[in-house]
T-cell receptor
Framework: KNQVEQSPQSLIILEGKNCTLQ??????????LRWYKQDTGRGPVSLTI?????NTKSNRRYTATLDADTKQSSLHITASQLSDSASYIC?????????????FGAGTRLFVKA | DGGITQSPKYLFRKEGQNVTLSCEQN?????MYWYRQDPGQGLRLIYY???????QKGDIAEGYSVSREKKESFPLTVTSAQKNPTAFYLC???????????FGPGTRLLVL
């Protein structure tokens, strides 16, 4: 069964600290993996997209990693800011004879405290 | 958000009523999608359309209907057959296949 599991479910950190969010997936055949940031009551915004051959991708203070062998990804946030408080969603797409399929994780809720 | 508009932001529905959620885009994207988001769960695909006058059911299409008469518009109707419609509904667009999707601001539907 195609699944995307994210951990932790929620996380509280102090402003300025780093944190790492995890994403494990069983989706196959793998096409790409994306991380989105979703502010409360808003639509998700894309942070990174990685294909099978990419191990690391950075977008400002966000760095995503992908290990296609172990089917794991992480999102590292450096020097957190209050505005980083949001849900972070891992999304994995598969492609096969039935066409594309996109599986969304339930997200990690991040709270950054002053 | 950007070039995707969803309206209204909040919508109240009485039981037994049909309601229509609007999604308009000016990004010239061919593909449009409707998702439902419930607390503690990942987004679930309701319907998607990759070209005008064509659309496909997603994972949870029962109780919903859509139309795609124009490239810019992809309205979603929540019918009375949808027994648990209270949720946050997100419209998204994309350029092709399952590349990066761009999401609208969402509509929160509440059943009275």
């Amino acid at each position: 069964k195609n699944q995307v599991e994210q951990s932790p479910q929620s996380l509280i950190i102090l402003e300025g600290k780093n944190c790492t969010l995890q994403c494990n997936y069983t989706v196959s055949p793998f096409s790409n993996l994306r991380w989105y940031k979703q502010d409360t009551g808003r639509g998700p915004v894309s942070l990174t997209i990685m294909t099978f051959s990419e191990n690391t991708k950075s977008n400002r203070r966000y760095t995503a990693t992908l290990d296609a062998d172990t089917k794991q990804s992480s999102l590292h946030i450096t020097a957190s800011q209050l505005s980083d408080s949001a849900s972070y969603i891992c999304v994995v797409s598969a492609t096969g004879t039935g066409g594309f399929k996109t599986i969304f994780g339930a997200g990690t809720r991040l709270f950054v405290k002053a | 958000d950007g070039g995707i508009t969803q309206s209204p932001k909040y919508l109240f529905r009485k039981e037994g009523q049909n309601v229509t959620l609007s999604c308009e885009q000016n990004l010239n994207h061919d593909a449009m999608y409707w998702y439902r988001q419930d607390p503690g769960q990942g987004l679930r695909l309701i319907y998607y359309s990759q070209i005008v006058n064509d659309f496909q059911k997603g994972d949870i299409a029962e109780g919903y209907s859509v139309s795609r008469e124009k490239k810019e518009s992809f309205p979603l109707t929540v019918t009375s057959a949808q027994k648990n419609p209270t949720a946050f509904y997100l419209c998204a667009t994309g350029t092709s296949g399952q590349e990066t999707q761009y999401f609208g601001p969402g509509t929160r539907l509440l059943v009275l």
